[in-house]
């Protein structure tokens, strides 16, 4: 199989289904008594929002799980006080794993506790009790669907309705499938789906760390045979800027100083990794010539100015992402095409222990 240093290749090109309708959601839709429920918070110096997501499933029969991706020790001392004072699952490893590596550390936690349904939330992120509920009730009636409720900011605007790939270009928008080469994908920030599964699959992979490990993971779950559904009638609250690189998708950093360093090279990056692990080699033109385009847009996302002023921390960055991405590629094409069947990600548990609930 096709590897880039370090990581495992997937699997060719395919299809994707395109997202599932919803149904109408019921206010007292309740999770089936044979179900058990975690919820699963990757934490990277931000355990004041972790605890208000986790809060709603404070004395309920949802376990709840925090990976603290380590940041400082003082920051440890603050998770391992509110995980005792709040009767959580704690995941403790001794490095920053990323938010992919973090999250499936956590789908493990839960799986070693007995939950057969994992809920994944970002720590900036909001759900309400009632409907993840709903999404959990979906997840034990049918085990081959990863279900995500619609995200929105704070001020009510959109932020994932739902989203494909370009598996021609590379290129991602918001919307459903526009033909066949249009890859449906659910985001990381809040979904629920069958914990067994989710491993079974390989899980997020920490090989991404940041960006796109969500468009994978989607994109595996279909082509294994399962089902991605947008409940469009449920709602979290995702406030992108309150928290900073290690877990959360946004990155600001201050006025005038745009997206941050690792926003700008794992976003470039990433792409390309992608594509050597489930784009065949004779369709990378089409990626490669849309990287220009992307890593400009990508570099605009933090303002113009942010560009002029912090080249160091925008434009070097995401050449440096786009040159490692382009050797994923040439690694993959010295060593062979992506095997023809899904090889889930090798877990690395170094470095983890499970506290108390």
């Given at each position: 199989m096709g590897m880039c240093p370090d990581?495992?290749?997937g699997v060719p090109?395919?299809?994707?289904?395109?997202?599932?309708?919803?149904?109408?959601f019921r206010q007292d839709a309740q999770v089936p008594t044979t179900a058990r429920p975690a919820v699963v918070v990757v934490n990277y110096g931000s355990v004041h929002l972790a605890t208000a997501a986790l809060r709603p499933f404070a004395g309920t029969s949802w376990t709840r799980v925090l990976v603290d991706c380590w940041s400082s020790p003082a920051e440890r001392d603050r998770v391992v006080a509110a995980g005792s004072a709040n009767g959580w699952t704690l995941v403790l490893p001794g490095e920053n794993l990323g938010f992919g590596g973090g999250a499936d550390a956590g789908i493990r936690a839960a799986r070693?506790?007995?939950?057969?349904?994992?809920?994944?939330?970002?720590?900036?992120?909001?759900?309400g009790l009632a409907a993840a509920d709903a999404l959990a009730a979906d997840v034990a009636a049918d085990a081959g669907l990863l279900v995500a409720p619609a995200i929105r900011t704070p001020q009510g605007k959109d932020w994932f309705t739902g989203a494909v790939v370009d598996m021609r270009r590379g290129r991602t928008r918001s919307g459903g499938p526009a033909g066949p080469d249009d890859a449906s994908w659910v985001s990381g920030a809040c979904f629920a789906a069958s914990t067994e599964r989710l491993l079974d699959v390989g899980g997020f992979g920490g090989e991404y760390f940041l960006y796109w490990e969500?468009?994978?993971?989607?994109?595996?779950?279909?082509?294994?045979?399962?089902?991605?559904?947008?409940r469009?009638?449920?709602?979290?609250?995702?406030?992108?800027?309150?928290?900073?690189?290690?877990?959360?998708?946004?990155?600001?950093?201050?006025a005038g100083r745009g997206k941050s360093p690792l926003y700008h090279y794992y976003n470039t990056r990433n792409r390309l990794l992608f594509a050597s692990r489930h784009v065949a080699p004779e369709r990378w033109g089409g990626w490669l010539r849309?990287?220009?385009?992307?890593?400009?847009?990508?570099?605009?996302?933090g303002g113009r100015r942010a560009i002029v002023r912090h080249p160091l921390r925008t434009v070097w960055p995401a050449l440096r992402g786009t040159a490692a991405g382009l050797r994923c590629l040439a690694a993959t094409r010295r060593t062979g095409p992506?095997?023809?069947?899904?090889i889930p990600a090798t877990p690395d548990r170094k470095g983890l222990t499970d506290g108390a609930r």
């Open positions: 990581i495992l290749a090109i395919s299809p994707e289904l395109p997202l599932a309708l919803a149904r109408p070693d506790a007995g939950c057969d349904v994992s809920l994944v939330l970002n720590p900036d992120a909001a759900l969500d468009v994978d993971l989607s994109v595996r779950w279909t082509r294994s045979g399962g089902r991605l559904a947008l469009d009638d449920l709602t979290c609250v995702h406030d992108a800027g309150a928290t900073q690189d290690g877990n959360a998708r946004a990155a600001e950093t201050g849309a990287t220009p385009g992307h890593t400009r847009e990508v570099l605009l996302r992506a095997a023809a069947t899904i």
